[in-house]
């Protein structure tokens, strides 16, 4: 089965930054997208970032462009959100999400719609 389990999250100063991991493991398709979510208390759940398996595009939310930069390291089954200048109105759960497909997915989605399995989230707060 598949299994997505975040990890690096805090409480930091505003202005500071956090390397937040996504270890991914049981899979058995060959295609597939790594998302990264984020959930604030009484808010609906927003895509921030994906990444291609294949090719290691990405797409960004204009929220958080200049701010967040997502990677991966195939070889450790890992992908990476990079947060940079983080603000008070980044305090969220943040989690990862897999979106399998028969064939090779060119563009992915942070459409929170498209993802099949997800992890159990890691908490991020901003906060002097």
């Known amino acids: 089965q598949v299994q997505l389990v975040e990890s690096g999250g805090g409480l930091v100063q505003p202005g500071g930054s956090l390397r937040l991991s996504c270890a991914a493991s049981g899979f058995t398709r060959e295609h597939y997208a790594i998302g990264w979510f984020r959930q604030a208390p009484g808010k609906e759940r927003e895509g921030v970032s994906c990444?291609?398996?294949?090719?290691?595009?990405?797409r960004y939310a204009d929220s958080v462009k200049g701010r967040f930069t997502v990677s991966r390291d195939n070889a450790k089954n890992m992908v990476y959100l990079q947060i940079d200048s983080l603000k008070p109105e980044d305090t969220a759960v943040y989690y990862c999400?897999?979106?399998?497909?028969?064939?090779?997915?060119?563009?992915?989605?942070?459409?929170?719609?498209?993802?099949?399995?997800w992890g159990q989230g890691t908490q991020v707060t901003v906060s002097s």
């Open positions: 999400a897999a979106d399998l497909a028969t064939v090779p997915i060119l563009r992915c989605t942070v459409v929170v719609g498209s993802y099949d399995y």
């Open positions: 990444i291609n398996n294949s090719d290691g595009r990405t």
